[in-house]
């Protein structure tokens, strides 16, 4: 997989666990992510992925191919994008741009059926809603009432 300024995303494997299991997050953040530690056992149909920078485990997020992705978008192609995390320590590096830079890429090699990548995010959360836009997700104009409010529902087309 191409990496850029020695980012890379990889599919979760147990030698990435420990590292993972570490990160931490503000509780600001944590209202709208999740930490990867909770996502230990995943269903068929979803995908730990891994943002590594110089093989270090730096972010985390979860591809999902499930029924779930219906609540987002009618697309038969797309697939899910839920709980973006960058560790704490590793945060204002730029490693969630780049990650998010090599998604497209990334899920044309590993999902080729794939043409749509779409999330939800809160209205509040602003600097996910800015990062989210400059890898190239724009607003679809669709919205979801989420646990904490209301959520924007974005997509790539890839």
Same mark, same amino acid.
């Given at each position: ?29 944590? =209202?709208?992510?999740? =930490?990867?530690?909770?996502? &230990? $056992? %995943?269903?068929?149909?979803?995908? +730990?992925?891994?943002?590594? /920078? ?13 029924? +779930?992705?219906?609540?987002? /978008? &009618?697309? *038969? ?7 973006? /995390?960058? $560790? ?18 990334? %899920? ?6 794939? $043409? ?10 602003? *600097? ?5 836009? @400059?890898?190239?997700?724009? $607003?679809?104009?669709? @919205? ?12 790539? &087309?890839?």
């Amino acid at each position: 997989m191409k990496k850029v300024n020695s980012v890379e995303l990889k599919h979760f494997s147990d030698e990435y666990s420990e590292k993972l299991n570490q990160f931490e997050l503000p509780e600001e953040q944590g =209202l709208f992510t999740a =930490l990867p530690n909770k996502f &230990t $056992d %995943v269903t068929k149909g979803q995908y +730990r992925i891994v943002i590594l /920078s110089d093989d270090e485990p730096v972010g985390f997020f979860l591809l999902h191919s499930t029924d +779930r992705v219906k609540e987002y /978008s &009618t697309n *038969p192609n797309a697939i899910l994008l839920t709980a973006l /995390s960058v $560790d704490y320590k590793q945060q204002g590096k730029g490693y969630a741009k780049q990650g998010m830079l090599l998604l497209d890429e990334f %899920v044309k090699s590993e999902f080729p059926n794939c $043409d749509e990548i779409v999330l939800a995010v809160n209205h509040k959360n602003i *600097p996910a809603q800015k990062l989210y836009v @400059r890898a190239g997700f724009h $607003d679809t104009g669709l @919205r979801k009432v989420g646990i904490i409010g209301e959520q924007y529902i974005m997509k790539l &087309t890839i």
